[in-house]
């Protein structure tokens, strides 16, 4: 059973709910930040225990909308300033905007280029020197790893590897640099 001030709040709150739209629409100038505060407003009411009797309650729901209002402001506030920060810390400013950190077009197209070049060459070598490679770079497995998978020796397993290195760095040299 609800307390009966929750009865008298609720009562009032559906009664004044146009008028709280309206007056908050005009305070924040954001029809749906008005909207959101008088639903916080109504969840508020909704969740509340106490049964102490409310004079006005009309005042009473206005003044807990405004600071509904109030904590939505600073948490808005907060975040601006939380987002400034994290700006200032992690990319560069020219202007009003946040300049990309990240690799320019040019450099992740010859990025692009050179992978397409490495899985040529890698295409090129025996399938058991490929998978070794692969477990061993890419996968980021130990070299003991990578021989216990593949039941092989350790000095196996670096023999293959060294082949692979050696084939790679030949083929990916950019031409005309020597041997």
């Not at 146009?18 to 909207?35: H, N, Q, S």
């Not at 790893?145 to 397993?157: D, Q, R, W």
Request: neutral net charge; glycine residues 6%.
């Amino acid at each position: 059973m609800k307390p009966a001030a929750q009865t008298q709040l609720l009562e009032a709150y559906f009664e004044k709910r146009v008028l709280l739209v309206r007056y908050f629409t005009r305070l924040t100038a954001d029809p749906a930040m008005a909207e959101d505060i008088v639903q916080d407003l109504y969840i508020r009411l909704s969740g509340m225990t106490h049964d102490t009797q409310i004079g006005d309650p009309a005042a009473f729901l206005f003044r807990m909308a405004h600071n509904i209002h109030l904590n939505q402001l600073r948490a808005l506030r907060n975040s601006r300033g939380r987002d400034a920060a994290w700006q200032e810390l992690s990319g560069h400013r020219i202007g009003d905007e946040t300049a990309d950190d990240g690799p320019s077009a040019e450099d992740q197209a010859h990025g692009r280029q050179l992978m397409q070049r490495l899985t040529a060459a890698l295409g090129e070598l025996p399938e058991k020197t490929q998978s070794i490679f692969r477990l061993h770079r890419f996968d980021g497995l130990p070299q003991t790893e990578v021989a216990t998978k593949m039941g092989m020796s350790l000095s196996s397993i670096e023999k293959h590897l060294a082949t692979a290195l050696r084939h790679l760095t030949a083929r990916l040299r950019p031409p005309g640099t020597g041997t």
